[in-house]
């Protein structure tokens, strides 16, 4: 997320960050049923004869509502809003409900690598279709309101949504006044107090109350596990769990819970191509499950699961977890695997598990010591910042002394020698 983040700061000082872009979906008499004012950037990996190149643009303010849209049929179809831009690039929100809340179930991506104009130099031709679930959702009858940056990371593609104001299933066809606030805002309007090892964090508040700072990132602790052979994980990383839950009044909460390092106890266990660690802190557990592709000779991170007792208000005060089907934190066996910005891994629509300044390595290490790092594609964004500032100034100090070079010679050219 920070890396996203990094490059939307890096597009404003040039200029170039969008303004939203305001799109709608109509059923066949005209009703307009889904609205969505959002500004999305994507950052997506690709080959270039050979190197890892990145591809950074935002979703345009051309770009149309295609004809797959729809606004759903009962039980038989839900609502979906589909964006077209570019040479054959498409987003789709597709949305679902669920008692009284709706979501976006899945958020589909589509980009064409024949595409020049963003695709510099690829040497692929193909289209190619990555998805993921989101944490998108808001109670019916209210528009989802989301100022700060929600980073969704689909394997090989990054997508940053900021500034987004959204509802599905409209009654008649505006906005409604009611909001469903996202979590990246709570957090950052609701004071959380670090003084005690778990707070909650829960409050949606019905007044906007004065801002307050943002929560600590958690400290950095070492983890690891042996096997048969020796070490098999070894882990630096700040371990922070995310919950949205529901409370005993309906409402939607928040609970953010810092691993505390020296609280926090390790466990696993591994094989030639799996491998678990296991961080217990207090009342909570994350499982964090690696495999090898021995074909690619590439470790990753393929599920996790998580389990911990939530605050007393909560409707249902047990929580569990999990996601089986990810690959993050990939990295070439031998290797470790290493991100300073924040990662979110998602498990599911409503738990996340951020971590960060991670370095990680599994099965192959030696001498229990990392070795050669694999920087993870969100540092490497944040390398570009620099640069692209340092382009932006020169840029502007050249253009001011053509100006004035321009301007002296005219001045000049007033006068005649006598």
């Given amino acids: 997320m920070a890396g996203a983040r990094g490059l939307l700061a890096a597009a ?10 305001s799109f709608e979906v109509k059923d066949s008499s005209g009703k307009v049923c889904i609205i969505a004012d959002l500004t999305v950037a994507f950052s997506v990996e690709y080959k270039s004869h050979g190197q890892k190149e990145f591809a950074h643009f935002f979703l345009p ?20 809003l589909v964006l077209g831009f570019g040479a054959g690039h498409s987003l789709s929100l597709n949305f679902s409900e669920h008692a009284d809340n709706y979501q976006v179930e899945e958020l589909v991506f589509h980009y064409n690598l024949s ?12 289209v190619k279709k990555v998805s993921h679930k ?17 980073h969704v990371n689909m394997k090989s593609v990054n997508v940053t949504f900021s500034n987004v104001t959204l509802e599905a299933y409209l009654t008649n066809g505006t906005f409604s006044t009611n909001k469903t606030e996202c979590a990246e805002d709570m957090v950052s ?18 007044t906007s109350p004065a801002p307050t700072a943002s929560p600590p990132n958690p400290a950095v602790g070492k983890y690891n596990v042996t096997g048969p052979n020796g070490t098999c994980v070894l882990a630096y990383m700040g371990l922070q769990l995310n919950i949205t839950y529901q409370k005993k009044d309906q409402k939607m909460g928040l609970d953010l819970l810092n691993f505390i390092p020296q609280n926090t106890t390790s466990s696993g266990r591994c094989d030639n191509t ?10 909570t557990r994350v499982i964090f499950h690696f495999v090898l592709n021995a074909s690619t000779e590439k470790y990753f991170l393929q599920g996790v699961n998580v389990s911990t007792t939530l605050p007393s208000e909560a409707k249902d005060p047990k929580f569990e977890a999990w996601n089986n089907s990810m690959s993050e934190l990939r990295a070439t066996v031998g290797n470790s695997y290493k991100c300073s910005a924040e990662e979110n891994l998602q498990v599911t629509d409503k738990a996340l598990v951020n971590v960060f300044n991670v370095q990680i390595q ?30 932006a100034l020169a840029g502007l100090v050249l253009i001011v ?5 321009i301007g002296r010679k005219r001045s000049h050219a007033g006068y005649q020698t006598i």
């Fill in 274 to 283: 799996s491998a678990f660690l296991n961080l217990t802190f207090e009342k």
């Fill in 189 to 206: 309007t609701t004071a959380i107090v670090p003084t005690t090892p778990k707070q909650n964090t829960s409050q949606v508040p019905t």
């Fill in 362 to 391: 599994v099965f192959k290490i030696d001498g229990d010591k990392f070795g050669a790092v694999e920087e993870c594609q969100l540092d490497e964004n944040n390398m570009l910042i620099p640069i692209i500032v340092g382009a």
């Fill in 61 to 80: 303010q051309n770009a149309t509502v295609e004809s797959q849209s729809s606004c759903g049929n009962g039980n038989k179809s839900h609502p979906i």
């Fill in 12 to 21: 404003a000082l040039l200029g170039f960050l969008q303004a939203s872009s």
């Fill in 134 to 150: 989101t944490t998108i959702q808001a109670r019916m009858g209210t528009k989802y309101r989301c100022i700060n940056a929600k």
């Fill in 401 to 405: 002394l053509i100006a004035y070079l």
């Fill in 115 to 126: 595409d020049a104009t963003l695709f510099h130099n690829s040497t692929a031709g193909e």
